[in-house]
């Protein structure tokens, strides 16, 4: 692969993510950009080619931590710098990976040295190499939250902490974080969303005649790739020149009293949580009105501002998707557009009316008895509008039907309002990815045991390391006070955090659950498991069966926006082929165990427990419920059944599945947890070879 990078200047369109960029360049104040938007579209390329317009830094020289000359980090691992020698060199651009090690964040520390030697041996992690450049994350979504916490606390504190067994290392580390993600495989952490100042929304050109120019480009950048970026190097040197100019303007620009009175309004407006929005938006505008060659803040600025750092801050749920209302907007900056004026002094405003009483003068429209007007209602309201005396009354409407016929399709019912539910989990220890749901062995959490290392040793556990070394010492002819340690005495912990699952939906979408009011109370319950699914950062798939099968509706994924809104979507009506619905997703499970055998599956049916449709309907939808439990899959009935006369089918399928069953109205009651325990004795969880 060529090393010479696509020219900024020559990516076609996309001018928001363009001055997203160009606008953290100038001021890393702002606090970076997050890219969202579909895949292939370029966004990974115009972050990697912002790191040849960016100026050049001075460094101390020899410090493999980037200290600057004029204000050397004092617990610098490499300091003190006695010589301040300095040199120059590119801002890096520093790329992490998404199934990057701790250890390689943070970097690392020879504990074999520190414990045989007695010395700190400290290799600096990417963190420390993005020290004052760019820290780049692909697929910033498809994180682990440990890695996410590691994030975190650097852009939160502008240092990098490493405390292992008593070494503590700390160095500096502030750099501009931009990441990239697709929304359908999933949303960001809200906290670690937030720590993002900007964010962009990007998507393909529709323009056929742009669409061939950017494959023109690329054809030819990847037939001559110097060639290509010769041609555009006049107008990158002109760009970066445009960057510096604007950095050296940038301490002249005026925030004035009326545009920083606009960005707050802007804020609260919006009702966005915190304060940091308001900063960010103070620093976005002051960059623009440098990057525009001006001393002073304008309201042009404030509102491009508004819309590169509000979108994302805005969300109070996760199906939310970002933006803004722009007539609110305009309307918040007309509202404060001007500097407030104290209010004249006197008796207060004049009385516009004709009478001593402050009454009217009778004129049309005053309502009076020879004004002609409708007499006002007494609570304020409009003037009801009386019908002609021969007018027709109208005749009775029609009233839609409550209960649609099995056999008929209805239109979509809309959810009710999602709740908190309660946690249901998978029995037994996973080693799947880090997450919020089931126990598992994880590189968080805490230390429940030792064991001899597994590849690199990275976490210590230093009492086992001790009494596996300690009878070993006469032999080894121990001289001195320091341990002779050999490789087989070290041994590393095993810490017991919790784990993300697979959490696939089965739901009954057939005429039996038909009823409106019914459906939007299911479709509710489902949409408050898939945010619980989001919060605790599980994979989800569904399924839905009706007429005469059932269909993968949603592909087992991260995004659980996508399920909500296929969700929303889901018609009813027809036959109740549950038999086809858990065979289906018994094959999902199937695949997806070979594709991940570390994440484990909770099944979630949502059904009253009806089965109809061919021969021996029922007898087929047991032997289908059978599988699972004979595979040990963990699983809970969302049981629907409503009317004065219930079978209890939702509750024999659960007890077929080897899982447990819960109503509509228990999903939200506290007694949902002691449902739960009570039934984790009757699921047996295995891990699928």
């Known amino acids: 692969m060529s090393e010479v990078r696509y020219p900024f200047t020559a990516i076609v369109g996309m001018a928001d993510l363009r001055l997203g960029l160009l606008l953290n360049a100038v ?8 890219v969202r938007g579909e895949k292939g579209t370029a966004k990974s390329t115009m972050v990697r080619a912002l790191a040849g317009l960016l100026p050049a830094i001075a460094v101390v020289a020899d410090c493999r931590f980037a200290c600057d000359p004029a204000a050397p980090d004092p617990q610098c691992p490499d300091g003190p710098h006695a010589d301040l020698e300095s040199r120059e060199r590119p801002s890096q651009l520093v790329e992490l990976p998404v199934g990057v090690a701790e250890d390689r964040i943070v970097g690392s520390l020879d504990l074999e040295r520190a414990l045989a030697e007695g010395v700190k041996a400290y290799e600096p992690g990417l963190l420390a190499k993005a020290h004052r450049g760019v820290l780049y994350i692909d697929e910033v979504n498809l994180l682990q939250d440990h890695v996410v916490d590691l994030l975190l606390d650097a852009a ?83 760009l970066a020149e445009h960057i510096t100019v604007a950095r050296d303007l940038l301490p002249k620009v005026e925030l004035t009293d009326v ?173 799947g990815a880090q997450g919020r749901r089931s126990p598992a062995e994880t590189t968080g959490g805490h230390t429940i045991r030792a064991r001899r290392p597994q590849g690199t040793l990275s976490r210590l556990h230093l009492t086992a390391t001790l009494q596996a070394a300690a009878p070993h010492q006469v032999a080894r002819g121990r ?42 109370a299911v479709k509710g319950a489902v949409l408050s498991l898939l945010m619980d699914a989001y919060q605790r950062r599980d ?31 889901l018609p009813t009506g027809g036959r109740t082929p549950l038999a086809a619905g858990l065979l289906r997703a018994h094959e999902v499970l199937r695949v997806e165990r070979l594709r991940d055998p570390n994440r484990r599956p909770l099944l979630v049916v949502v059904t009253d427990g009806r089965a109809t449709g061919g021969r021996d309907a029922l007898a087929r939808s047991q032997r289908a419920a059978a599988l699972f439990a004979a595979q040990g899959t963990a699983s ?15 509750r024999t399928l659960a007890g077929l599945l080897g899982g447990s069953a819960v109503s509509l109205d228990e999903l939200r009651a506290e007694g949902v947890a002691s449902l739960v325990r009570a039934n984790r004795s009757t699921t047996s969880i295995r891990k699928a070879a």
């Open 259 to 431: 545009a920083l009175r606009q960005i707050t309004a802007v804020c609260a407006a919006f009702e966005v949580d915190g304060l940091r929005a308001d900063i960010v938006m103070a620093r976005t505008a002051v960059a623009l009105a440098a990057w525009a060659g001006r001393t002073e803040v304008l309201e042009e600025d404030v509102r491009k501002a508004a819309q590169l750092a509000l979108p994302h801050r805005r969300r109070r749920n996760p199906f939310d998707a970002p933006g803004l209302d722009e007539e609110q907007l305009d309307r918040t900056l007309e509202e404060h557009a001007q500097p407030d004026e104290p209010e004249p002094e006197g008796d207060g405003p004049e009385d516009d009316g004709g009478g001593p009483d402050g009454g009217g003068d009778g004129g049309p429209g005053d309502g009076g008895p020879d004004g002609g007007g409708a007499p006002e209602p007494a609570d304020g309201g409009a003037p009801e509008a009386s019908a002609p005396e021969d007018a027709e009354a109208p005749g009775p409407q029609p009233v839609p039907a409550q209960h649609p016929s099995p056999a008929r399709e209805s239109t979509p019912v809309a959810a009710g309002d999602p709740y908190r539910t309660r946690l249901f989990t998978v029995q037994g220890t996973g080693h």
């Open 27 to 34: 001021s890393p104040a702002v606090g970076g950009v997050l």
């Open 636 to 650: 809970v009935v969302l049981d629907c059944e409503s009317g004065p006369v219930r079978l209890g089918l939702a």
């Open 539 to 569: 994979k989800i798939g569904m399924i839905t069966f009706r007429g005469a099968d059932a269909e993968l509706a949603l592909p087992p994924t991260s995004s659980v926006e996508v399920g909500a809104a296929r969700l929303e979507t």
């Open 156 to 238: 939160a504190m502008g240092r990098s902490y490493v405390e292992r067994e008593g070494v503590s290392v700390r160095h500096a580390a502030r750099f501009l974080l931009v990441g990239t993600m697709n929304p359908e495989e999933g949303e960001l952490r809200p906290q670690l969303l937030d720590r993002f100042g900007l964010t962009v929304e990007i998507a393909a050109t529709r323009d056929p005649a742009e669409r061939a120019e950017v494959v023109r480009r690329r054809l030819a950048y990847d037939a001559d790739p110097a060639g290509f970026a010769e041609r555009f190097a006049a107008e990158e040197r002109a």
């Open 479 to 520: 001289a001195g006070r320091a341990l002779v340690l050999h490789k087989d005495d070290f041994r590393e912990q095993v810490r017991q955090g919790r784990e993300s699952n697979l959490v696939l939906f089965v739901v009954d979408a057939s005429g039996s659950m038909a009823a409106r009011q019914r459906m939007a």
